[in-house]
């Protein structure tokens, strides 16, 4: 049984989750002329936040397999309102450093609200669903850019921090209404729970409940890192591990760097006035103008269309194939940049390679929860997203300390990044497409819930939560 995609909590808190990422590359050049940082505590500053992020992720799937989705989802978004409000108040450098961790720490657990989105969906409607919740991370970057030009010149970053917490506020009361996963119920052996909830959507869509009785298939071991490296899924979670790595480094990476291009003017004039800043003072800044505000807001925009692409071609053309594609175009967009470009094409490019990094990324948001099983699935999304978070935390040091040194090597990292993982999409030995969502590591790929009625009385198998 599906629920209707106009009826998620996942949106809300997928546009918090983008307005708190997207914070950073505004938060950090106001910092720096603020607090008079120099790049290295500016990339730090940034790098925490995923450092954070990386080190919970695989935490919180775990707890999700093992005590819920609805549990850690509810755990993980008091977390991150609580620091997100006090980064706020950090009165020097090294507190904000440790409030924005915390903040990251809590955001790791974001990701298994897709997990609990996906077990509720209907396989034909699946990927359309996840990639549609994921157009509202797009409108929380657009949200943040829009609330930073007005926030910023008059109040400041203290209340920017504040003020971008509070969607927060309204997933943490309205979460209590969101029901647990009937998947993970059937799997840890609540029957009861399982039919009340699928009973509750049945109602909600004016559908009836199939015919036939749930088949319980209790299973205790849930949530284990090994059931990732059996034979079936030991190239997939490898292959994985580096794509999600690949999609977080380059995302973020791009995010930075369109500021650091937007304050220079081109990518040709970016190296010589690094080496007149160097000449004059190590500490040399500029704040961001409403020019630069305007033209983040363009490429930040760039994400409606990336969903849209995404969205066309991923039931036609497969999984794997529309994270190449975006991968390589990606690339082929970062290679451009070599050229001296003015700054209308500057921006041009910059919408083209987001839009289609953040479309690799809304690919494997949905390839990953389809290609483990439901005892796993919490725990497979958390350690690919703990390996995003890697990439995320190692490119600041390359979008704002490399590019100090070199703004082609910069480049060229980016540029090649995305190849190899362009190579590593294609070679996943799984194509998602058109499978149901598998119950258990010690089944085949399982089969979706059967139609409301037909002809068999016979079983509903434990793959609750779908209908065709």
């Known amino acids: ?66 005590y819920g989705r609805k549990t850690g989802l509810k755990i993980s978004v008091l977390w991150t309102l609580y620091y997100g409000i006090l980064s706020g108040f950090a009165p020097v450098y090294s507190w904000i450093l440790v409030l924005r961790g915390l903040v990251g720490f809590g955001i790791g657990g974001v990701p298994q609200s897709v997990t609990l989105y996906a077990e509720f ?78 009973k509750r959507i049945a109602t909600e869509n004016g559908a009836p409940m199939p015919l036939g009785k749930l088949i319980i298939s209790r299973q205790e071991d849930r949530g284990k890192m090994r059931d990732l490296f059996t034979p079936h899924f030991r190239w997939t979670t490898l292959l994985l591990w580096f794509i999600w790595f690949s999609n977080a480094f380059s995302y973020y990476g791009l995010v930075l760097l369109t500021t650091e291009f937007f304050q220079a003017g081109d990518v040709c004039s970016i190296s010589s006035r690094r080496k007149e800043v160097k000449a004059k003072c190590s500490l040399t800044c500029e704040y961001l103008t409403e020019e630069d ?47 001296c470009v003015g700054r209308n094409v500057l921006t041009v490019l910059l919408f083209i390679a987001r839009a289609f990094i953040s479309g690799g990324f809304q690919a494997a948001y949905v390839y990953t929860p389809e290609v483990y099983p439901t005892a796993t699935r919490a725990l497979g999304l958390g350690t690919c997203s703990g390996m995003a978070r890697v990439g995320a935390l190692i490119t600041p040091f390359i979008a704002q300390v490399m590019l100090e040194s070199s703004v082609y090597l910069t480049l060229v990292v980016y540029s090649g990044c995305c190849l190899l993982a362009a190579v590593a999409s294609c070679f996943l030995p799984i194509e998602t497409k058109g499978r149901g969502l598998q119950e258990s590591s010690h089944r085949e790929w ?11 009385p016979r079983v509903t198998r434990s793959n609750s939560g779908s209908q065709e």
């Open 293 to 339: 505000y305007t033209d983040l807001l363009w490429t930040t925009l760039s994400e409606f269309p990336g969903v849209l692409v995404t969205l066309w071609i991923i039931d036609r053309i497969g999984r794997k194939k529309t994270m190449a594609l975006s991968f390589f175009v990606f690339s082929f967009c970062s290679l451009l940049l070599f050229l």
């Open 1 to 66: 049984m599906e629920l209707q995609c106009r009826k998620n909590l996942p949106t809300q808190l997928m546009m918090a989750d983008a307005m708190e990422m997207m914070i950073l590359s505004i938060l950090a050049p106001q910092l720096h002329c603020e607090w008079r940082l120099p790049s290295w505590q500016v990339a730090l500053l940034t790098s925490v936040v995923f450092v954070g992020m990386m080190s919970s992720s695989t935490l919180w799937g775990n707890i999700s397999d093992q």
């Open 121 to 198: 969906l209907p396989m034909k409607a699946r990927a359309k669903c996840i990639l549609l919740i994921e157009v509202f991370w797009a409108i929380g970057t657009v949200f943040e850019v829009l609330l930073a030009v007005l926030v910023m010149p008059t109040l400041g970053w203290r209340w920017l921090l504040i003020l971008s917490a509070l969607p927060l506020l309204l997933f943490a009361v309205l979460c209590f209404w969101l029901p647990e996963s009937a998947r993970y119920d059937v799997l840890s052996g609540n029957q009861e729970k399982a039919i009340a909830t699928l």
């Open 446 to 456: 399982g089969q979706e819930m059967v139609g409301r009625g037909s002809h068999s």
